[in-house]
C-alpha cells in the first residue's frame, strides 16, 4: 500500500507542470469515455446491485447505488460542467517591492495527495476524481465496499484516459482492498498524504479525526437556527421558516430550531405554527412555546442540540438578542444561522457575534450552498474552521505558497 | 478542567463584539503594567531560575528562561508594536449580488479558542496571549513547567488588565496544572478548542499531532535548499550560499543542501567550497562533489534528509533541473528553496514544480521571515499546506464566515 500511495505522489509532483488545455481535455475525454463504456459500467453497477440485495441493503441503500441510462449521462454532465470551471491554480496575489527591492507575494498551488473517504455513492468517484485533476492534486479514492465495481469501472476508465494523455495514472489511485484496517494506515502517511476529506455519517468522521495524523476537512451535523427578532417583518420570518424547515428536511442545512423574541412571540408563533402543522411539522417547544401552541411536546435539553433531519422543529421564546445569540453559540453546530429583522443594528450584532460558517439577514438558511453561493461545483459543505468554511468549492482543493524574486538579495 | 475551558469559550464569544479601540487599550495597559510591575515580575522570575539551577538546566536553557530589565522592557514594547498593528478581524471580501438578488460574501472573523502549547520561554506567554486579544481569540496557555512562575506572573498582570476592561478575565486561560496527562485531555476538547499551536521541538509536535482531535497548526524542520542552475551569476549564487548558510546556521530557514547543474559544477564548487572552508563549514557531498573538494565526506541517503543546525551542508550535483526538483521534492521539508538563475524559464517551472511554502529566485533562504515578509509579527512558520503556510502574521490567527444579506430570499 504505501509503494502504492508513493506512486500517486510522484505522479502528483509530475503533474505539477500541467496546464489548464491538457487538465480540461483529460476532463473532457472522461466525459466522452464514460458515454462510451455505458454499457460496461451498468454491468459492473448490476454486480453490486446484486450484492447489495443479498445483503438486505434498505431500498433507500439501493437506489443510492443504482445506476441507469440517465445517472450516467448526469455523471458524464458534471464532467463537462468541472472543464468548464477556471482553472483555480496559478493566480498571483498580494505581490509587493519590499524596501530592500526583492518582490514578495503568493500563488494559488495545488494542495498536494487527497485522501478521500466516501460512502457507497458511485457519482463520488467522478465528481472527486475530475474536481482533484481539475485543481492539480493527485487522489486517493476509497470508496464503500457496496459500490466496489461501479467505482472500479470509472476508475479504469479514468486512468485510461489520463494514460492516453501521458500522464501517470497513480494521479487518480483507488484503494481496491475493502479491508478496514488499510484506512487506518492511510490516515497516518501524513509524510505522503496532505489532506483527507471523509465525506460520511458521523461516525466515519469521528473515527477518522480520531485516527488520523493528516490534517482532517470534516462536516459534522448542521443544527441550524432562524431568529425572529422583534422587529421582523412577520409574513417573510414565516415565509422564510417554513421554506427553511420543510422545503427539504433531510438536509444540513435546514432549519432545527426557531428562536422568538418574547414581544411578538404570541402573534408570530400563534400563526406561524399553525401554518407548520397544515405542513405535517410536529413542535417541540419550551415553557412559552407550549402556552401558546398546545400540541408542542415540551422541550428537554438534549433537543436543542438535535439535528432532526425530519419534520420537527424545536422553538424557544427568547428575552432578547442576547439570550438567542447565547443559545446559538452554546447549541449550534456553528453551520448556518439566520436572524429575520428590520433593525440594522440587531443584524449587525448578529453578524459579528454569531460564530457560524454562513451568518444570514433576512434568508433562509436553506441558502447555504455551493451552487447558490455561485460556486460553481460543491465539494462539501466544512464545519471545522480552518482552511475551507462552509461550502467548498474548487478554490477550497487549493492552497498558496509564498515566491520571492530577488536579485542577489540576502539576509543582512 | 473542562469547566475551566468552557468558561474560556463563554468569555471568547462575549469579546466577539469588542472593537479596536478596546482591544488597542488592553494591549497598550498590559505594556504598560508589565513595567509598573517588574520587580514582581524579576522576583517570580528568580524562583524559575532558582530552580532550574537546582534541576541543573543546561546555561542556554537558563539563558532562555532568564528576564532581566532589558527584556522585561523589550516584551512590554513588542506589546506596544502588537497593538500598532492593524486589527485583522471585519473586513469583508468577495460581496457579490446574485442573480436572484441576495448579496453573499466572505468576513474576516476570529478563530475562536486557540490552544498555545509551549517550552520555557516567558515572553511567549506575553507574545501570544497579545496577538490572540488582538485577533479577538480567546487562548489556553499551556507553557513549560520551568518557567512556571514567570508565566504565572504575566498571566496574572494581563487578567487584572482584562478585569479593569470589564472583560472576562478567562478570555486569557493558563493552564495551572503542570502535569502532563492535563495536555492530552485538552488535546481531545475538539467540541471547545477550535486550534492548537505547538510551539517547540520535533518531539511536542509528533506527540501533538498523534493525540489531538482538534486542527493542528505545526512547524516540523527546514530542510532547506539552493539550486545553482547552469546560467546562474556565480558570484551571485556563491554570495547567497554562504548568506544562507552561515549568517545564522541555527534556524530553520538556512541552507542544508546545495544542489549544482553538471556543467557548472567544476568551477562554481571550486571556488564556493573553499570560501565555505574559510567560514569553517564541513562539507558532505555526493560522488562528484568529493572528486571537485577532497575534504568532503561522502554523503549517505540519511545525509540527504538532514537538518544540520550547524556548519555544515550537503552537496550534490545534478543533471538538470528536473533532478534537481525532484530531488528537493523527494528529501526537502518543503520549507525554503530557491533558484540562482538569470534564465526565466528556469525560474518559473521551478517556482511551478517545486512544493515548498517559500520558493525563490535569485535570493537567501533567510528571507524566509514574518518581518522580511512584511506581515508585522510572526506567530510562526507553518509547514502544513493548510490555512497558513510559510511565515504566519496575525492575519493567520482569524478565519472567514460567509455572510448573505436578503430581502426575504428562500430557496426554490
Redo the contacts between chains.
Keep these: 500500500m504505501k509503494n502504492k500511495i508513493k506512486e500517486a505522489k510522484k505522479a502528483y509532483?509530475e503533474f505539477?507542470?500541467s496546464d489548464t488545455f491538457i487538465k480540461n481535455s483529460i476532463i473532457k475525454t472522461v466525459a466522452e469515455e464514460i458515454l462510451k463504456n455505458k454499457k460496461f459500467i451498468l454491468a459492473e453497477n448490476k454486480k453490486d446491485i446484486k450484492k447489495g440485495k443479498e445483503k438486505k441493503l434498505s431500498n433507500a441503500m439501493l437506489d443510492r447505488l443504482l445506476l441507469n441510462d440517465e445517472r450516467v449521462l448526469s455523471i458524464s454532465n458534471s464532467c463537462l460542467d468541472v472543464a468548464k470551471l477556471d482553472d483555480p491554480v496559478g493566480t498571483i496575489s498580494e505581490m509587493?517591492v519590499?524596501p530592500e527591492g526583492?518582490k514578495?507575494g503568493k500563488?494559488d498551488?495545488p494542495?498536494?495527495l487527497i485522501l478521500i473517504i466516501y460512502e457507497s455513492r458511485p457519482n463520488v468517484t467522478v465528481e472527486a476524481a475530475t474536481l482533484s485533476l481539475k485543481s492539480g492534486n493527485g487522489v486517493v479514492l476509497r470508496g464503500g465496499s457496496d459500490a466496489y465495481h461501479s467505482n472500479k469501472a470509472f476508475i479504469s476508465i479514468i486512468q485510461k484516459v489520463l494514460k492516453k494523455h501521458n500522464i501517470n495514472e497513480n494521479l487518480v489511485c483507488f484503494v481496491d482492498d475493502t479491508d478496514r484496517k488499510i484506512v487506518d494506515k492511510l490516515l497516518v502517511m501524513?509524510d505522503l498524504i496532505?489532506?483527507v476529506i471523509p465525506r460520511g455519517g458521523e461516525a466515519l468522521i469521528t473515527s477518522v479525526?480520531?485516527k488520523a495524523?493528516i490534517?482532517?476537512?470534516k462536516h459534522y451535523k448542521g443544527v441550524c437556527h432562524i431568529y425572529v427578532h422583534k422587529l421582523a417583518?412577520l409574513s417573510?420570518a414565516e415565509?422564510?421558516v417554513v421554506?427553511?424547515k420543510v422545503?427539504?428536511p433531510g438536509v444540513c442545512n435546514s432549519l432545527e430550531t426557531l428562536l422568538v423574541d418574547k414581544e411578538i412571540a404570541d402573534k408570530f408563533l400563534g400563526k406561524c405554527l399553525k401554518t407548520l402543522e397544515k405542513e405535517k411539522v410536529k413542535i417541540v417547544g419550551c415553557k412559552e412555546t407550549v402556552k401558546i401552541y398546545k400540541d408542542a411536546k415540551k422541550a428537554n435539553e438534549q433537543d436543542w442540540y438535535t439535528e432532526y433531519l425530519d419534520l420537527i422543529l424545536s422553538v424557544k421564546v427568547v428575552k432578547n438578542s442576547d439570550e438567542a445569540?447565547?443559545h446559538i453559540?452554546k447549541y449550534g453546530s456553528m453551520h448556518t444561522e439566520?436572524i429575520i429583522t428590520k433593525d440594522i443594528d440587531a443584524a449587525q450584532?448578529f453578524?459579528?457575534?454569531v460564530?457560524?460558517?454562513?451568518?444570514?439577514?433576512?434568508?433562509?438558511t436553506?441558502?447555504?450552498?455551493g451552487g447558490?453561493?455561485?460556486l460553481g461545483a460543491e465539494i462539501g459543505i466544512a464545519t471545522?474552521?480552518?482552511?475551507a468554511?462552509?461550502?467548498m468549492g474548487l478554490k477550497e482543493l487549493t492552497?498558496?505558497?509564498?515566491?520571492?524574486?530577488?536579485?542577489?538579495?540576502?539576509?543582512e
Tied chains: 1, 2.
Design positions: 509532483f505539477l507542470d509587493k519590499m526583492f514578495v500563488i498551488t494542495i498536494g501524513n496532505d489532506l479525526t480520531k495524523t490534517p482532517v476537512l417583518d417573510m415565509k422564510i421554506n427553511a422545503q427539504r445569540i447565547m453559540n439566520s450584532k453578524i459579528k457575534k460564530d457560524s460558517s454562513s451568518v444570514m439577514v433576512n434568508a433562509s436553506r441558502l447555504a450552498d447558490v453561493y455561485g471545522d474552521k480552518l482552511h468554511r462552509g461550502p492552497t498558496k505558497k509564498w515566491i520571492v524574486l530577488g536579485d542577489g538579495h540576502i539576509r
